[in-house]
Nanobody, 117 residues
Framework: QVHLVESGGGLVQAGGSLRLSCAASGSTSSIYGMGWYRQAPGKQRELVAAMTRGGNTNYADAMKGRFTISRDNAKNTVYLQMNSLKPEDTAVYYC???????????WGQGTQVTVSS
């Protein structure tokens, strides 16, 4: 079992920054990659960014250049640095952990990010 705990959400003005963290515990040796998704009200959950243990990254086009995913393997923690935030970035942000087959092992509980205009 993998357990994920997110932190770092909050309220920020447009143009501001936030840093989200997601700490994994449990069977962390099974984790190949970790990622961030978000879900705005009335919309489907969408990929924000993902990163493998080896450092390969994948970003949604809308986040490239503004968001940066990073990972501390020793701490089993993944981070999402979000800059130049826009009101449309308002959503609940979730992290997940997946294995080498792409199977999602766990989701975090989500953290609310609200960007005011």
């Amino acid at each position: 079992q993998v357990h994920l705990v997110e932190s770092g959400g909050g309220l920020v003005q447009a143009g501001g920054s936030l840093r989200l963290s997601c700490a994994a515990s449990g069977s962390t040796s099974s984790i190949y990659g970790m990622g961030w998704y978000r879900q705005a009200p009335g919309k489907q959950r969408e990929l924000v960014a993902a990163m493998t243990r080896g450092g390969n990254t994948n970003y949604a086009d809308a986040m490239k250049g503004r968001f940066t995913i990073s990972r501390d393997n020793a701490k089993n923690t993944v981070y999402l640095q979000m800059n130049s935030l826009k009101p449309e970035d308002t959503a609940v942000y979730y992290c997940n952990a997946y294995d080498s087959a792409g199977f999602v092992r766990a989701w975090g509980q989500g953290t609310q990010v609200t960007v005011s205009s």
